[in-house]
């Protein structure tokens, strides 16, 4: 996204001031869409809003409104690959085993940096692993992110 501007209009926050958005001065644009889409997530999460709205809906959205189709698509798998993880969590090399035959060492590298003191990976945090893993194999899918979703 190179225009916080454009961002903040497709979202809705039109003729807002950048101060709007920011609490210190921002060097960047990046910093200034970051500070647009950190606005966003306050209101989604505003609870005391009437009018609730989904973070990833508006989001989506308003990049569909700015032609941003291929960073949708990458959003969407990417929602899709982290939900996914975190389902499989505690089976994720049983999947990692049929899907793409890695070995218990391969396996035992993906949990490496998520562990313990101990050397362990705790039961909530075993998506970690997933997730890098459905990472590495959806980018061995390769562009066609239909394969990847189903």
């Not at 899907?99 to 562990?115: C, F, G, I, N, T």
Request: hydrophobic share 40%; charged share 30%; proline share 3%.
């Amino acid at each position: 996204i190179s225009s916080w501007r454009a961002f903040a209009d497709a979202l809705g926050y039109g003729n807002l001031p950048l101060a709007f958005f920011c609490r210190a001065e921002l060097d960047s644009e990046p910093e200034c869409v970051a500070s647009v889409l950190e606005k966003l997530k306050e209101d989604c999460n505003n609870s005391e809003s009437k009018d609730k709205k989904s973070f990833q809906k508006e989001l989506m959205s308003a990049l569909l409104k700015m032609d941003c189709q291929g960073l949708v698509v990458k959003l969407i798998q990417d929602f899709v690959l982290l939900t996914t993880a975190v389902e499989v969590s505690q089976r994720w090399r049983e999947l990692a085993e049929k899907l793409a035959k890695v070995s218990k060492q391969q396996m035992d590298a993906y949990e490496a940096p998520h562990q313990d003191k101990n050397g362990a990976v705790d039961s909530e945090a075993m998506w970690k692993p997933a997730y890098d893993f459905m990472l590495t194999w959806s980018n061995q899918m390769g562009d066609s992110y239909r394969d990847v979703t189903q």
